[in-house]
């Protein structure tokens, strides 16, 4: 199952290594990561997304990341209790006509056309994770040339 | 307040945290710290390698629960160091171990004798500082002190730049610490207190597991006074060996691997097992999912993650052992009538004994019980290396007072016990400190011996020499058909290897022989290197075989 954990941290040197630290320890992947100052320039929020092979090995770490001497909290989003966006940007190779079908597509997900140019257009989506995956869905039959995505970040409603 | 540079005010704050000895190694970027100590209040003890201070520094804060301090210097002394640090914190040892380092504006240049202190120590401390500036260092030094002895202690690791040592600033003591993001919790909820004591009072056969959390926690008389209350038997870990007396009628010695039958079968027919800060090892618990198939588990510890680890825990009480145990003595209205529980140990205890076999061979059971019975009316401290000999003397020897017994439980550090006695010697003059050692283990620190004869601390070193790494051996004998690989071991001369230090040597190596050298070692006001010839091919029973359940016991003698 997938885990969205949103931590506050210490806005310090180090701070990611340690976290980093008890997901690599394990052989566990971590699917994205965002690190960003808050409101308090002394705190940073992790926000860490991790598909969890094992519920009880996920409930270890989260222990032990709270463990850590520069975290503040840790949190487990569970499903309907937080909003989660994602930004991507995709480099598309289309032509004009395919383009054409593209902006509907992009409409659709509240998203942008940054830039268009003859045969690439850029698109940028800013969603939550599963439109983010229905989106790439949507578009699988295109070229694409370059993906890039942000991680996710989430707030409690 | 003075202005002083970074390394007047380390010491400074060193002794103002109580420090009094430093266990270390010098080196390049440590001048300016060792020239400070040149003339300080605070006791230097050389050792011949950096482990050896880690190790020392760990067995000082097992024998006085106080905080124990190591230094080296950058690249090779602080990675020497890293065994003993990983040893501190598998066993919640409180160490602050502070490293040299190159010049910050060097640091990932790979200069001259760097390493990357704080991403290797990283995994293996509680917590690691880099100090990049001097004004950070006071508050540094202080938070390291409190982070080391506070919640579930372990190692802290400042890492010290040469430039940050001889950089000037004014110098502040910061009146107090406060982190907000480490708040241990010392009081158990008391709703779970409430729930475990009634499950105390129902239980039909409940068991007392305890670990070294009670001795950290300084909690051995409450747990005294509980385990009084509640009637019930009482077994410890090894880390767990001192928090209650092994002689009292309710001890059933040590469980796991290499405990007592009688505290394994009380382990694995138990209807309440009440762990308190212990973590369900897989030495203790052998095969997980056939461990103690009949009990409900409390659980009281300091730290969360050790709680639902291993085993599924029916009441977790997140607190420290010497607040949370006169609470739940208090939450148990009446003590639980296990009367027949009771037989049923004594049965066990009658029909599984600990033994081994008396004969006119010197057998190293024998040595560690003749020690005891040399020691056993005065204070005194053992300490273990890793193996067979450490095993006997969990065994053989009856502690009865926590911080009397020192060994490398978690990591089963060779070349642990010897340092670390030397550490315990050094904090308490007036006991009697032994080294348990094998005649692999000991070889692994011997060049402590310098340190010891120096500095006048009269450690005695008994090695069970069987001419083997004998644990490795055994597992060989009962499980690769006596393929004995890589294990016969060819000594040195002990006796004069002793004497060449300075020390005293003695090579016993008759039975009859063992109680008047005992006493010869006592009444030596050196170091002493007993050469214990012993039986080479002697194993440690009763054994539960790696992944096996805990009542599945090769006892030897059948």
Redesign the interface.
Known sequence: MKHTLSML??NK??VL??VA?LFS?RGYNIDSLTVSETEDPTVSRMTVVVNAQDERIL??IK??L???????TVHDFLKKEYIDRELVFVKIEADKKRQAALAKTVKKFSGVLVEKKAGVVIVEIAAGQQDVRRFLDEIKDLKIVELVKSGCIAIAK | MAVMNGAQILVECLIREGAQVIFGYPGGVMLPVFDVLYDAKIKFILTRHEQGAAHAADGYARATGKVGVCMSTSGPGATNLVTGIATAFMDSIPIVAITGQVKTALIGNDAFQESDVTGITRPITKHNYLVKDVKELARTVREAFYIASTGRPGPVVIDFPVDVQTAKTEFTWPPSVSLRSYQPRYDGHPGMIKKAGKLIERSARPLVYVGGGVISSGAAPELLAFTEKIGAPLTTTFMGLGAFPSTHRMSLGMLGMHGTAYANHATMESDLILAIGARFDDRVTGRIDAFAPHAKIVHVDIDPTSISKNIRVDVPIVGDAKRVLPALGKAVKKAPDIKAWWEMIEKWKKEFPLRYKSDDHLRPQYVVEQIYEATKDRPTIIATEVGQNQMWACQWYKYKEPRTWLSSGGLGTMGYGFPAAIGAQMGCPDKVVFDIAGDGSIQMNIQELATAVNNKLPVKIAILNNGYLGMVRQWQELFYKKRYSGTPLKNPDFVKLAEAYGAKGMRITKKEEVPGAIQEALATDNVVVMDFVVEPEENVFPMVPAGEALNRMMNGMA
Do not use: C, N, S, T
């Not at chain 1, 463990?67 to 503040?72: F, G, H, N, R």
């Open positions: 941290v210490e040197f180090g290594a340690r630290g320890a409930e270890q222990k032990q709270h463990k850590l001497i520069d975290v503040i």
